[in-house]
């Protein structure tokens, strides 16, 4: 079983950046394959990176790719941080742990965090 807990969200200017921190219960947090999604009001829950156990492979989504950047350290944290954020990166952020890879879909991951809310706005 692994605790998930999201931070660093909050009120964006457009064009700024965050960083959001995902932190783990457990040790066990390095047999896991990592990803974040996000969720607008009224939208699905949609992918928006994912990162492999070692790190080596990562994925991002069209909508972010270019502008962000995952990454996990050896502990029990893992990082995703968006530059040049747009209104429509306005959404409740959520870090994921699963067993079937660095993947895309949400079925794929066992553990979810609370989440954490983004909104850019001026």
């Known amino acids: 079983q692994v605790h998930l807990v999201e931070s660093g969200g909050g009120l964006v200017q457009p064009g700024g950046s965050l960083r959001l921190s995902c932190s783990a219960s457990?040790?066990?947090?390095?047999?896991?394959?990592m990803g974040w999604f996000r969720q607008a009001p009224g939208e699905e829950r949609e992918f928006v990176a994912a990162?492999?156990?070692?790190?080596?492979?990562t994925y991002f989504s069209d909508s972010v790719k270019g502008r962000s950047s995952i990454s996990r350290d050896y502990f029990k944290m893992m990082y995703l941080e968006i530059n040049s954020l747009k209104p429509e990166d306005t959404a409740v952020y959520s870090c994921?742990?699963?067993?079937?890879?660095?993947?895309?879909?949400?079925?794929?991951?066992?553990?979810w965090g609370q989440g954490t809310q983004v909104t850019v706005s001026s």
């Open positions: 994921a742990a699963g067993s079937s890879g660095a993947s895309l879909s949400s079925d794929d991951y066992e553990y």
């Open positions: 990162i492999s156990q070692n790190g080596g492979t």
């Open positions: 457990e040790r066990t947090f390095l047999r896991y394959d």
